[in-house]
Structures are given as C-alpha cells and as structure tokens.
C-alpha cells in the first residue's frame, strides 16, 4: 500500500516481527516500551521531521507526526515551533474541538491531551493500559463473545504494540479512538477514563480502523477491505455498510450539508449524500492512494494523495481535478487556514500553499 497510514500500519508490523525474534524480546521490549515514558526531544530539526496529522486550534495550526513531535503555527502555516510533548511515539492523528481542548493518538497506544491550545500536552492512556481496560470490561459483560474473549487475551499476550490511527470527538467530553486491530474504546469525560468498543463493532476479521467522521446523529467507521461501519445511536451499537469499494479506506471527511466523502487506496473516493447508505463515485482518475482531505470556507474539497497530488473540486465530490505546479512531497494531512490557503502535513514538515496563487504546468 502506498498510503501513508497503510505504512503506519506495516512498520508497526515489522516492529512487533523484529522484538520477537529469538534473544531480543527483552532488549527490544524495554526500548520500545521505553518511548512511552520519554518526553519528545526538541531540536530545530523538528520543523522539517515527518508529520502525520494536522487540525485547527481557533487561530492556531497543530501537526503531530514521527518521535511524539508536535509543531504549533500562529501565523496560518508561515512559521513553526515545536511544543512540549511527554513521549516519543510516533502520533498519526489529532483533533481540536475548540481554540484549547485537543487529542492527539498515536503507536503504542498513546492518546495526549492539550488543555492549552497545544502548548503542552499530558498522556491519558496507553497500550501499557489496554489489556486491563479490556479485561476489565469482558468481566463486566457476562454475555461476552468468545471470540472477543479471545481478542482481549491477545491484546495481553502482544503487549502495547498497537497503533491508533484516528479519533473524533464531538465536543470536549465525548469522543472516540479507533485503531489497528479493530482497537476501539470512548470517553465521556475528555479522556479521564476510557471504555472499550471494540466488541460493539461488527469487524470479525479485526481490520485495521483507519477513519472516523460523525454524519448527522451517525457515526461512521472506515477500514480495511472497504470496511464501513456506521452507529446510529451514539455508538451504543454498530452496523455494517454495505461498501461500493473493496479495498481499504484511509480516511473519512465530513462536509456540509451532512455529506461524506471516503477516500483510500488507489485514487478510490466516494460521496454520501445519506449517512454512507449509498455512495456515489467521485472521478479522480488518480492511480495512487489518497491519504488527506479537506473542506474549504466556501465548500471546495480538496485531496491530497501518497505522490503528493493535489485534487480540487467544486461540485461537492462528485470529480475531482488536479492541480498544476510543481509536485509537493508526499501528503500525510492538510487542513484550511483562515487567508484561504492550505497547510499540508507530509513526509519534510509542514507546509503552507497558497491557492490563490497562479501556478505553473508540471
């Protein structure tokens, strides 16, 4: 897979394949591990370090990527500086409510918590914690699964290697963290305790979760194998959609008017007008994955794809046309800024492109 978090996914693989080779579990465990306890480093190097996410903090821009690293922009995306952060994981996504309250997620488990705009952040949970959340909560349910009985004891034998890939809050209470594995659990209290989901969600294969939006009243989940799972009642169960694309799904944006646009592997996006019930076809004529998607102040979508493609469109995703110029590095993430511009995550730092601005052919 050439998207991004499809790679967040594979090295985490290959990390786990690595720590359990005969005579370096111990050794690899402890330095693993040992990122979780660790404040992220701060060096000016970091302005140029691979980012992964990106969200809007009221005037300010947050991107988090590789080694727990967070950078923080007060001038629409012109200039950064790094944050304080207390680990050194590599964080794949991040989402503010409103100019202060924010979550990070990321490997190994971590979700972070800023209550000041970005400034300094605080770890509400990790993988270390996992198996007796999830312990706890198949003790809890009598009428367990043994198939779920059987996830939570693997979840204890693998330890804390496992990623989360996205979250979505709905206000400075509720929220929801999903990840590989079919890694699920909510809070309804900003993140001071966690509860397992993940036996709610309908994914027996346990595929990778790589997206989350919230669509009206619905909550809508997408994944692997052009997973999709949607909730229409605030989570308490989930359902399976029926998917009109077989591979996997790496993102999930909400737009106005209650619409969705799902997008993923190769150049694959889709629109809803109905809460992902049916899905019409959005032409990208794009042959890489797609890995970030914004909406603009006065309704433009925009993707941006794994070979660092831009696709514009102005009539709410049902096709989409790239922009010309010179070629940006790999997208991880974008998100608007307030002139009209955008600020892409990627693979050299964060960026800023102004797309008022004429643009030569490629």
């Not at 693993?32 to 404040?39: D, E, H, M, S, Y």
């Not at 730092?349 to 490629?362: F, K, M, N, S």
Request: proline share 5%.
């Amino acid at each position: 897979m050439s998207s991004s978090r499809s790679l967040i996914a594979l090295a985490c693989t290959l990390c786990l394949a690595i720590a359990t080779l005969p005579g370096s579990a111990a050794t690899a465990g402890a330095q693993r591990f040992g990122v979780l306890q660790q404040a992220a480093l701060q060096s000016p190097r970091a302005l140029s370090s691979t980012m992964l996410a990106m969200a809007v903090a009221g005037q300010r821009l947050v991107a988090v990527g590789e080694r727990g690293i967070v950078l923080l922009s007060d001038d629409r995306g012109a200039s950064w500086r790094q944050a304080a952060t207390p680990v050194q994981t590599s964080l794949t996504a991040v989402q503010f409510v409103d100019e202060r309250h924010g979550w990070a997620v990321g490997h190994l488990g971590v979700v972070l918590h800023s209550g000041d705009g970005g400034e300094t952040w605080t770890k509400q949970l990790d993988g270390l914690q996992l198996p007796a959340l999830f312990e706890q909560s198949a003790r809890a349910d009598a009428a367990a699964a043994p198939a779920y009985l059987d996830y939570v004891q693997l979840l204890a034998d693998d330890g804390p290697d496992k990623p989360f890939l996205a979250l979505h809050f709905q206000d400075a209470k509720r929220g929801i963290v999903v990840g590989a594995y079919n890694l699920a659990l909510t809070t309804e209290d900003g993140g001071a305790t966690w509860v397992p989901l993940s036996a709610r969600l309908p994914n027996p294969k346990s595929l990778h979760l790589y997206g989350i939006a919230v669509s009206g009243r619905s909550i809508v989940m997408a994944g692997e194998q052009g997973l999709l799972l949607r909730s229409d009642n605030g989570g308490r169960d989930f359902a399976v959609l029926e998917s009109p694309y077989k591979g996997s799904w790496f993102g999930l944006l909400a737009t106005r008017g209650d619409r969705l646009l799902v997008y993923g592997l190769r150049g694959a996006a889709y629109v809803s007008a109905d809460r992902g019930s049916s899905w019409t076809q959005a032409s990208t004529e794009l042959p890489v994955s797609i890995s970030g998607a914004a909406e603009l102040a006065d309704g433009t979508l925009v993707l941006g794809s794994s070979a660092g493609d831009l696709l514009i469109s102005r009539d709410q995703g049902r096709s989409f046309q790239r922009r010309g110029g010179p070629q940006q590095p790999p997208i991880t993430g974008l998100v608007p800024t307030q002139d009209g511009a955008l600020a892409l995550a990627g693979l050299r730092g964060p960026q800023r492109l102004d797309l008022t601005a004429p643009v030569a052919a490629r």
